[in-house]
């Protein structure tokens, strides 16, 4: 009951959002300071947020520069630039109000067999706060600071900052190239196919996730910093190298009690560099475009420990290496577009520190992840996606253990098995505003589908509807 | 069915329209080397992301530059950064390219557009593009249509004050016929063109246009 009312007063509230914003009028742009900016409408960039066209793939790859604001500015004698300064910041806003319904309530986590509520609400569920634009005459950056409500903090969110530059080739061909310092390996790609920018573009975050993912699928994202160096050729192929080291946030070196360097009370903390590769061709035809790519990374882990619990950062290490294929295809018309995107990913783990230490009972496991989805937007105003999801591997009982009692993020049989759909339908009245509804069907959480957690919980009892209205401004 | 006539308000707006396109070209010589190359970069940087590479674009949601004549661009850059074109993409992108773009800017960009060699698009349905063909040469005096040919040239190549049709996307050409319809472009005289203009017909002409070459 109490649920019930909640859910009455969401909608009520979301209603009362939509009817003052109806009084208020349109704003003007989606992707507010890259829109301010550049004066481009989000149609641009985005078939619909946050979504990338050919241009908005561009506009990143150009390092986020292109400005056509009033600048301050400044030269010397020989007339090279000192200083473009737009005379407005790029800052930009973006909320996410939710509520979460999980198919099935949670055993309260301390009085069995008493249940938790099934549902939540998120008012913001995440408020963030963005530098999104140009810095210098070839330096822009993406920076995101966003309240979550899980965590109830402010913490630094995916963050790209980039120099870019043309090299006009013979034949006015064109070499973009540049390079990109970010916390998040993929974050700086340019296709949506790939995890950082994939869909789901949002999902709840008072549902319950599988236990598996490969480690580039944003496993790492924000506890990583890297830089990258990266090649565009006439616009369609695409090469980047990068190398990325551990820069954990909120960690502490316990004798100093300064940022760092990190010792054996943090966990998970990256041996030396992670290198990553990327490659991609997009080819355009008409209204088609069509870009096929692979990218990979290797993590060399120490599993380290805590504060209670110190572990050496020394001796074996627990290897990724992660492999994966990625492709897209998007048809823009004038009032339909769709966009499909998939990936397929693959980790094959050499676990010599957590079979040491009894946390894995394999010496190696594979990891396989792949996700697909087809998106449909009629005048960027109505949208309907479908996405299968799938994770798949080996069975290790301690990777993936049985854990205690009440379950619900354990495996029975350490599988690590997870598969399912997404749906999703939104309406955006205007480019930046996009009130969603999305759910999502397990077909196998945990390697099982019926008493995946040896606690008596279905797959299905995951299930989750996803009720979202996300602006940004 | 009576024979709609342009009349003489919109031939006059015509008029001072015709005589702004006639005395933008003029101002396009002069044109330095350095403004030559910073204008290619700009081209192979921005406009080539939608334009295509010198202009050919490949999504007919962009309008192919190569080969247009630097007058009609010139004028049509001065229109987005006036805000006097508005047609929805006009608007939505081009409004905002040209704010930062100055005159001199204006002028070696379109010279470098203009001077793209142009190229034919694909070919449609014969039987719209044989009526879009006698549509563009001899118009349908029943329909109070007047032969796009007499300003545009026979092979619709266009000169310095009206543009180069020839080889552009059908999406394009039928987006703008539906804008000069609706009035958002400010073109009086295409406005009296277009407004007698049935789908159909748009769609004919704009059909036969693309297939033809250079």
């Not at chain 1, 996730?209 to 006439?234: C, E, F, K, V």
């Not at chain 1, 591997?393 to 350490?414: C, E, F, K, Q, W």
């Amino acid at each position: 009951m109490v649920s019930l009312m909640q859910g009455f007063l969401f909608l009520r509230n979301i209603t009362i959002v939509f009817i003052a914003m109806l009084a208020l009028g349109p704003p003007a742009h989606a992707v507010p300071s890259f829109a301010r900016q550049t004066g481009l409408a989000c149609e641009a960039c985005h078939t619909v947020f946050p979504e990338l066209t050919h241009f908005g793939r561009m506009f990143k790859a150009n390092g986020f520069t292109l400005d056509n604001l009033k600048q301050v500015r400044d030269i010397d004698s020989r007339k090279q630039q000192l200083l473009s300064l737009s005379a407005l910041p790029p800052l930009a806003a973006m909320i996410q109000a939710s509520q979460t319904w999980l198919n099935q309530s949670l055993p309260d986590s301390t009085n069995l067999p008493a249940r938790s509520q099934r549902s939540t609400i998120g008012v913001p569920q995440q408020l963030a706060l963005f530098y999104a634009g140009k810095v210098a005459p070839h330096v822009g950056a993406m920076i995101q600071i966003t309240y979550a409500n899980d965590t109830g903090t402010i913490g630094i969110d995916n963050t790209d900052l980039r120099y870019a530059n043309l090299a006009l080739l013979p034949n006015d061909h064109g070499l973009v190239y540049g390079i990109s310092i970010n916390n998040n390996p993929t974050v700086e790609d340019l296709w949506n196919s790939t995890p950082a920018w994939g869909f789901p573009y949002a999902s709840t975050n008072a549902g319950v996730s599988p236990l598996a993912a490969t480690q580039i699928d944003g496993t790492l994202a924000q506890q990583m910093a890297g830089i990258s160096l990266y090649a565009m050729w006439n616009e369609s192929l695409y090469a980047e190298l990068g190398v990325y080291h551990s820069a954990q946030q909120g960690v502490t070196n316990p004798i100093t009690g300064a940022a760092g360097p990190l010792d054996g009370t943090a966990s998970n903390v990256l041996d030396g560099s992670a290198p990553y590769a990327r490659i991609a061709y997009e080819y355009q035809y008409g209204r088609h475009d069509l870009e096929v790519g692979a990218y990979g990374a290797g993590f060399r882990l120490y599993p380290g420990g805590s504060s209670t619990a110190p572990n050496p950062l020394s001796g074996p290490v627990n290897r990724f290496d992660d492999i994966a294929e990625d492709l897209q295809y998007q048809f823009i018309g004038e009032n339909n577009i769709v966009t499909v995107a998939g990936t397929f990913i693959h980790e094959s783990m050499h676990l010599d520190a957590s079979y040491i230490s009894g946390a894995s009972v394999n010496p190696t496991d594979q990891l396989t992840t792949t996700r697909f989805d087809a998106n449909y937007y009629y005048r960027r105003t109505y949208a309907i996606t479908v996405s299968h999801f799938s994770t798949s591997g080996t069975v290790d009982t301690g990777l993936y253990s049985a854990g205690r009692a009440p379950g619900v993020i354990t495996s029975a049989n350490g599988s690590p098995d997870t598969r399912g759909w997404m749906g999703e339908i939104s309406y955006l009245p205007w480019l930046n505003t996009k009130l969603s509804l999305q759910y999502t069907h397990y077909d196998q959480f945990n390697g099982a589908r019926n008493d995946y957690d040896g606690f008596d919980r279905n797959a299905s009892a995951n299930d989750t509807s996803y009720l979202l209205l996300w602006l940004t401004f | 069915m009576p024979t709609r006539r342009i009349g003489p308000l919109q031939s006059a707006g015509a008029l001072a329209f015709l005589a702004l396109l006639a005395s933008l070209p003029a101002r396009a010589a002069g044109i330095s080397a350095q403004a030559r190359l910073a204008a290619e970069r700009v081209a192979v940087s921005t406009c080539a992301n939608c334009h295509g590479w010198r202009g050919h674009s490949v999504a007919p949601k962009f309008p192919v530059l190569a080969g247009q004549h630097s007058g009609y661009l010139l004028a049509q850059l001065h229109a987005f950064k006036a805000q006097t074109r508005g047609d929805p993409d006009a608007i939505g992108y081009m409004w905002g390219m040209a704010a930062a773009l100055d005159d001199s800017q204006m002028v070696a960009l379109s010279d470098y557009y203009s001077r793209q060699p142009p190229v034919a698009g694909p070919r449609g349905d014969p039987h719209l593009t044989r009526r879009g063909r006698a549509i563009y040469l001899h118009g349908d005096a029943a329909e109070g249509i007047p032969p796009c040919a007499v300003c545009h040239g026979p092979t619709a190549a266009g000169n310095t004050t009206y543009p180069r049709l020839a080889g552009q996307h059908v999406q394009y050409l039928m987006k703008q016929l539906r804008s000069f319809k609706d009035n958002l472009r400010d073109v009086a005289i295409m406005h009296g063109v277009a407004r007698g203009l049935r789908v159909a017909d748009m769609r004919a002409v704009s059909v036969y246009l693309q297939s033809l070459g250079s």
